[in-house]
T-cell receptor, first 110, second 112 residues
């Protein structure tokens, strides 16, 4: 099956700085890569996604890049704000199953 | 639309008891899944379904059963609860694989 690894497990940045979270996957057949944000005590919520035929996607302050050859994808958050503090999960999907990384706890210090 | 509705929100079970976690969605989504979330381990897939009458196992299916008799409902049954099943359980649904999942609010289960 698919194996998704996510790094770092914790990330602390100063408000206004950028944050980068990286994931690797093992199954070359995976073709859809969503990112979720989970605030404390809440459900995960989809924030951005990328499909395998696209190398980069941007939505305001967040962007995702995908390198299919190397089997890795990354989440970039620019101009971080305290409300960006949360746990972020990457996922890789092949047909019917979604496999999640172990999560990155992002702390944005004001 | 209510989205994905999970009940109950909290539950305490004794070892050996059985119970069913309920999940319902009103978005006419074909794909539904159950995940458990444990500290430091992310979300692990228990069972999933791609439509009514079709279910399959995920990464950690032991001790759990599912059925999908309708598009809307996807209950998760714990056959004989064990302390290792103490976790937060999320149900999720999606219209299609490439549209991502909408999650329910979760069920916090404690087995004593």
């Amino acid at each position: 099956g698919e194996n998704v690894e996510q790094h770092p497990s914790t990330l602390s940045v100063q408000e206004g700085d950028s944050a980068v979270i990286k994931c690797t996957y093992s199954d070359s057949a995976s073709n859809y890569f969503p990112w979720y944000k989970q605030e404390l005590g809440k459900r995960p919520q989809l924030i951005i996604d990328i499909r395998s035929n696209v190398g980069e996607k941007k939505d305001q302050r967040i962007a995702v890049t995908l390198n299919k050859t190397a089997k890795h994808f990354s989440l970039h958050i620019t101009e971080t704000q305290p409300e960006d503090s949360a746990v972020y999960f990457c996922a890789a999907s092949n047909f019917n199953k979604f496999y999640f990384g172990s999560g990155t706890k992002l702390n944005v210090k004001p | 639309n209510a989205g994905v509705t999970q009940t109950p929100k909290f539950q305490v079970l004794k070892t050996g008891q059985s119970m069913t976690l309920q999940c319902a969605q009103d978005m006419n989504h074909e794909y539904m899944s159950w995940y458990r979330q444990d500290p430091g381990m992310g979300l692990r897939l228990i069972h999933y379904s791609v439509g009514a009458g079709i279910t399959d196992q995920g990464e950690v299916p032991n001790g759990y059963n599912v059925s999908r008799s309708t598009t809307e409902d996807f209950p998760l049954r714990l056959l004989s609860a064990a302390p290792s099943q103490t976790s937060v359980y999320f149900c999720a649904s999606s219209y299609r694989q490439e549209y991502g999942y909408t999650f329910g609010s979760g069920t916090r289960l404690t087995v004593v």
